[in-house]
């Protein structure tokens, strides 16, 4: 749905977005998680063509973001990081300005006006004028105005920043359920590693404008295991010895104790190694599994990557 | 297209229930009915003087062609200094522009609905003018005089959308609001006040008249190395104020409307010059040049700041 191509966007010696190759597939929840100031927001603008690319190219639903923005600008809504209303307008003539710019037909804007402020749960809002609307009912306004156009994608930059909980989770669930219902497709980014794993089936992680790793969480834990595995222990009758010898082992790099858990990090996979330690000693294996690590870790281990 | 007409339609109805546009809207009414009813009574001391002394025959400086010298610019700059910045700094021109709507829409729109607030200003102002004093006379504008009121109608409107373009080339080149309405304001006081200040400074200046010494001479004045001396000052001055877009709106204004009694510069303030008739073509013949550098001022004004906001980036931070 999303395709970009070697999309690069320099400002002078700044490279904000630095030969992106980026795919977003139809009808998936696509997460590009990186730190402020790692292209984020020039990617999005570029994409809306807010901004043109230095080189580079890039479609949206196999529209050509410079050629045919106009296109993209039909089928592809975006809200933008920081985006703003017309505070001394009604949050219904804010949405009917948008109409407007959208040519829905005079008759239909009514309705779509209250169906919209009803999905977004903004209904009782309608003829409030926005500078009384808190943080989180200004996003929600925003994305009853995304979903004016009837979109085919969605791109929503930093969404639930300075949100509360509530507010966070009343917008991904919105997120969840038009891309459910509707089969919209959303690129969404965030500096939250919370956000995209909870929210994302498939997550692009950027820095300093590339593109360092895209694939599903899943996917991209067993690529880190690949580098460092940790194995979670629980034994019956381990004594000191027991640790000792395991810390023995060739590629252990360290075990820790937490309560009755033994974690051992390895350099690669020794789990056979490790087994058979606990067998000579005598102790009894309660539990031996490989450790899931959380995307926090990956994230930070891709930033590390990316320092090098 | 469409696009255009929408976003023309907010910004007309934006700047009609804007207070900014509604005090300087009734300040112009108010004045320039007053500067009517003036031009009333100077027309019924001068029976031959004409109905089109109303806008030209106020004796307090007022006249409304004054009126537009002095707040032509002011009433332009601030219905285009923040048009494009401050939805630029709130975020909305990023949310308007990911619309399926061509880019430019938004500037023309823009440019429209300013030009559309300031139309109904000059021209219900004018027809306001003609309403007070024609039931005052008990007679109205001939043919003649109705198509010049015309004219200088469409004149006025084209040199207050010079002011508006100019006003939007300032909004696009700043980021800050703050930064274009200083822009505006030194630029509205150098035109309307300082250029004349300047002029006569330079003039004075340039050509030095030698005061006779000794006791009074009153009869040098009269001389004709005197008035030659004069006349060369006049020529200097005038020159230099033609730089204003105000100075030539001045003269194209006083000549379409036939007087000369139209003022500039706080140092002619209701001193007006001798009253001298120009012919509705000579006029036009005499002022082309005038009225043409207005036409040019506005286009190129509104040409760069096409330019400038079609290649514009869009982040909210600004
Ligand atoms: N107009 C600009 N001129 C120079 N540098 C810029 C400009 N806009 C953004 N940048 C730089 O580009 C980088 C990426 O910024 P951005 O895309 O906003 O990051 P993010 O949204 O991920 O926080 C930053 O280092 C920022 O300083
Ligand atoms: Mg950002």
């Known amino acids: 749905m999303i395709e970009t191509r070697e999309l690069s966007k320099y400002y002078g010696e700044i490279k904000a977005v630095d030969r992106l190759n980026l795919t977003v597939y139809e009808g998936e929840i696509f997460g590009l998680l990186g730190p402020n100031g790692s292209g984020k927001t020039t990617t999005f603008i570029t994409l809306m063509g807010l901004t043109v690319p230095t080189s580079g190219t890039a479609t949206i639903g196999g529209y050509d973001i410079v050629k045919d923005s106009r296109k993209v600008r039909k089928i592809a809504s975006m809200l933008p990081e920081g985006a703003g209303y017309y505070e001394d307008l009604t949050a219904e003539q804010n949405l009917n300005y948008i109409c407007q710019l959208n040519d829905i037909p005079k008759p239909e804007r009514e309705r779509t006006i209250k169906d919209l402020l009803e999905a977004v749960g903004l209904a009782d809002n309608a003829k409030m004028k926005v500078e009384k609307f808190s943080r989180g009912m200004r996003q929600r306004l925003g994305i009853a105005e995304v979903l004016i156009k009837k979109p085919r994608v969605a791109l929503f930059d930093e969404p639930t920043i300075g949100l509360d909980p509530q507010g966070t989770k009343e917008i991904r669930d919105m997120m969840f359920r038009l891309n459910k219902e509707q089969g919209l497709t959303v690129l969404l980014s965030s500096h939250l590693l919370y956000e995209v794993q909870q929210t994302c089936q498939r997550v692009g992680i950027i820095r300093k404008g590339r593109l360092i790793a895209a694939d599903t969480i899943g996917n991209l834990s067993k690529k880190l295991s690949k580098w460092k595995v940790t194995l979670e222990l629980e034994l019956a009758g381990a004594g000191p010895d027991l640790i000792r010898e395991i810390k023995g082992i060739n590629d252990v790099m360290s075990v820790d104790q937490e309560g009755s858990k033994i974690f051992v990090h390895m350099e690669s996979d020794r789990t056979r190694e490790v087994s058979e330690a606990v067998i000579k000693h005598g102790a009894t294996i309660l539990l031996m599994r490989p450790k899931e690590h959380s995307l926090d870790e990956i994230f930070m281990e891709y930033m590390k990557e990316g320092d090098q | ?318």
């Open chain 2, 1 to 318: 297209m469409a696009g255009a007409l929408t976003v023309c339609r907010k910004e007309l109805a934006d700047h009609l229930g804007s207070r900014r546009y509604v005090v300087l809207f009734a300040l112009i009414l108010l004045l320039s009915t007053l500067s009517a009813y003036q031009g009333t009574e100077y027309i019924k001391n001068n029976p031959n003087a004409g109905f089109m002394a109303i806008f030209s025959g106020a004796r307090f400086g007022f006249s409304f062609t004054y009126l537009m010298v002095f707040f032509g610019p002011i009433i332009g700059l601030a219905l285009g200094f923040d048009a494009v910045n401050k939805e630029r700094t709130s975020g909305t021109l990023s949310v308007l522009l990911c619309q399926p709507i061509f880019r430019d829409s938004v500037i023309n729109g823009k440019f429209m609905g300013g030009t559309a607030a300031l139309s109904l200003l000059a021209a219900s102002t004018i027809g306001i003018m003609c309403g007070v004093a024609m039931p005052i006379l008990g007679f109205g504008p001939g043919f003649e005089d109705a198509l010049r009121i015309v004219l200088f109608a469409l004149l006025t409107i084209v040199y207050l959308t010079f002011w508006l373009a100019l006003g939007l080339l300032f909004s696009t080149v700043t980021k800050k609001t703050s930064t274009s309405i200083l822009l505006s304001i030194s630029t509205w006081l150098f035109c309307s006040i300082v250029i004349s200040i300047i002029a006569a400074l330079v003039a004075n200046y340039a050509v030095p008249i030698q005061m006779p010494s000794g006791p009074f001479n009153p009869g040098a004045q009269g001389t004709q190395e005197y008035r030659e001396l004069m006349q060369r000052r006049t020529t200097i001055q005038m020159n230099i104020q033609r730089i204003s877009p105000a100075y030539l709106y001045n003269e194209a204004g006083s000549s379409i409307l036939g007087t000369m009694g139209g003022s500039f510069g706080f140092g002619e303030l209701g001193r007006g010059t001798p009253f001298q008739r120009l012919e509705l073509t000579q006029a036009l013949a005499t002022r082309w040049p005038q009225i043409l550098a207005i036409v040019v001022g506005m286009v190129v004004c509104f040409a760069a700041t096409y330019m400038l906001f079609l290649r514009m980036e869009i982040r909210p931070e600004g």
